[in-house]
């Protein structure tokens, strides 16, 4: 009993994780309708830009700021100087630029930062009161992080008139540029806010799973699983869809498949989701007009 | 090609065929096993070609049926004594049933859905290879090592022994025709006309009568089995299977050799291999990190600047000279 608790916690606290790289993916679905392939390795090069800080002396809380505006900066500029550029452009061609930053964030990770493994410092306590048998301090805070994360983003969205400007472009890209909102900005603002909700993630997992170059792949794959189950369209579906994925990850690694095949559990979700319920848990059925 | 004329025409091919029926002599073992692997690779990307070029289902996983035929090669050679050249209809054929039943989940994701599916599918490749209940089958981390197969006959051309390399060379020439003379003939016709329809508008391709989850899957079905006997022929080439040959950068790498050459292109194929074969090996010496991040450069220089690839600037070169020539 005491062992299936414990499974369940650290599950909800990968879960957190997980629903915010689903997170992530929703923010871009959102405003463009496309699934960014790079989020993963986007997340692992901020990582390394907060480890390089944290080596050059920096305090942890320092490092972990200037990493999230650095990211902001990243992802913005990166839809202005090339995603701009093939906004309007087929599925396939968008796919295929999203690889193409795949493979240049994969590459300047290693290039720049060399392919061992690196172990990234946490920023919580070893030992705290909160902590129990049950549940680390570094999985309790990075939780914390993340539904902080959460919130202000909720608030954000709904309570900010920035908010409400990027909900305009995303829904009604034409009606909002009539009423004056800068559509593209709007976009380029939501790869940035995807960037830095990313590196927050990458800086949460990584004193979990070491830091290397292709650190984030499996745990896109689950960032992918979670935001399909829950549906691809909702933030509220990301979250939820990003716990149970989470638990059911650790459940049946545990009990039932093994840690070998952890991949292809996420294969299987996505695969189950998109024939079964393609619109996931909270999404919405789309109707498309011929 | 109409401004050579028929014996002009004629004359090329004969020279371009003989070119390629020498050239194995001209050069070393090695080079000879890298000529090998373009012919793998191009046989590879022109079955995806057949998928996402022309049908446009986008695929991120064709490593997978790749790394299926050649995992069924290798079964059947170290398992059950099957000689080699058997062992390439054999990888087809579970191919297309693999890629068959991929097809089918694959009717109901669109765009971008279906290239994360497949995606998941690569990354989880080598996985699947590594579990223990199939150690016994596949060999497990190890792989399974193979014998290269011996020229059935001795010969020699300018002082060059027909050494193993140099006879799968023109095994694998010979396949490699057959695929793309095959592939050549189900795309000018009917079918051909149906997968491009399905790509560009399927709502007009249905009403014009085209059965859309029949052609989808076929295309599936056909495109898994030719990436298969690529994977085949490479297990031979190679001679070595394991499963980190698998992994997701295989997948990648046809995409880019897709990409470079030309989608939707069949010759392009064969531009692509090359790409992939060699441009890794001088951008190796600069850094290890240097070919994917070339890649990743190179794939959104070609999206933004010529998305048609090399056969694109090729076919549009050539038209400009017969619009001056007449």
Not at chain 1, 117 to 137: C, G, H, I
Not at chain 2, 245 to 256: A, H, P, Q, Y
Not at chain 2, 291 to 310: C, E, K, Q, R, T
């Amino acid at each position: 009993m005491d062992a299936l608790l414990h499974q369940i916690v650290s599950g909800l606290a990968n879960g957190c994780i997980y629903g915010s790289v689903a997170l992530a993916l929703v923010m871009i679905y959102q405003s463009t309708h496309h699934i960014n392939f790079a989020q993963g390795e986007m997340a692992t090069f901020s990582t390394f830009i907060a480890w390089a800080l944290i080596q050059a002396g920096w305090p942890y809380w320092a490092a972990f700021a200037t990493t999230v505006a650095i990211s902001f900066a990243g992802g913005l500029l990166l839809q202005r100087l090339v995603l701009r550029q093939v906004e309007k452009a087929p599925v396939l061609t968008n796919v295929i630029v999203f690889i193409g930053l795949l493979l240049i964030f994969n590459a300047l990770s290693g290039w720049i930062f060399e392919h061992t493994l690196k172990s990234f410092p946490s920023p919580f306590p070893k030992d705290s009161v909160l902590a129990s048998r049950y549940v680390s301090a570094h999985e309790l805070g990075s939780a914390a992080v993340m539904l902080g994360v959460l919130g202000a983003l909720f608030v954000f969205f709904r309570l900010t008139p920035l908010g409400l400007a990027m909900r305009a472009a995303a829904q009604n890209p034409d009606s909002a540029r009539l009423v004056g909102i800068r559509v593209s900005w709007m976009l380029a603002l939501g790869w940035g806010l995807a960037a830095a909700i990313g590196s927050v993630a990458g800086m949460m997992i990584a004193p979990v799973v070491f830091l290397d170059p292709n650190m984030m792949a499996g745990i896109l794959l689950y960032g992918f699983a979670a935001a399909l189950l829950g549906g691809i369209d909702s933030p509220l579906g990301a979250v939820v869809g990003g716990f149970v994925v989470g638990v059911l990850e650790n459940l049946l690694g545990a009990y039932v498949i093994g840690t070998e095949l952890k991949l292809s559990v996420a294969l299987v979700l996505i695969v189950a989701t998109l024939t079964l319920r393609p619109n996931g848990l909270f999404g919405k059925t789309v109707v498309s007009r011929v | 090609m109409k401004a050579l004329g028929p014996r002009g025409l004629w004359l090329t091919v004969a020279l371009l065929v003989l070119a390629l029926l020498v050239l194995p002599f001209l050069v070393k073992n090695y080079r000879v096993f890298q000529f090998n692997l373009v012919l793998v690779y191009a046989i590879a990307i022109l079955g995806l070609n057949l998928l996402t070029g022309f049908n446009g289902q986008i695929s991120l996983g064709h490593g997978a049926f790749y790394a299926f035929g050649a995992y069924t090669a290798a079964v059947l050679m170290d398992k059950a004594g099957v000689p080699y050249w058997a062992t390439l209809p054999a990888a087809g054929l579970l191919c297309f049933g693999f890629g068959l039943l991929l097809g089918f989940p694959a009717l109901r994701l669109a765009g971008p859905y279906l290239a994360l599916a497949t995606y998941a599918l690569a990354l989880a490749v080598p996985q699947l290879l590594k579990y223990k209940r199939l150690e016994e089958l596949t060999g497990g981390v190890q792989g399974i090592v193979l014998v290269k197969p011996d020229a059935p006959f001795a010969f020699s051309l300018l002082g060059q022994p027909l050494s193993q390399d140099r006879w799968l060379y023109f095994f694998t020439l010979a396949v490699a025709a057959l695929m793309f003379l095959l592939s050549w003939n189900l795309l000018r016709g009917r079918v051909g006309r149906a997968l491009v329809a399905i790509r560009d508008h399927p709502i007009a391709a249905t009403a014009m009568g085209i059965n859309l989850p029949l052609f989808k899957s076929l295309a599936f079905g056909v495109s898994a089995a030719i990436t298969g006997v690529a994977g085949a022929l490479g297990a031979i080439t190679v001679a070595f299977v394991s499963p980190d040959s698998f992994t997701v950068s295989l997948s990648i790498f046809l995409l880019v050799g897709l990409v470079v050459g030309g989608l939707a292109s069949i010759p392009g194929a064969i531009f692509g291999a090359v790409f992939i074969q060699f441009v890794p090996n001088i951008a190796d010496d600069i850094s290890k990190s240097a070919p994917s991040a070339i890649y990743g450069v190179l794939l959104i220089a070609l999206m933004i600047l010529m998305p048609s690839g090399v056969m694109g600037v090729l076919n549009g070169a050539w038209a400009r000279l017969r619009a001056r020539g007449s």
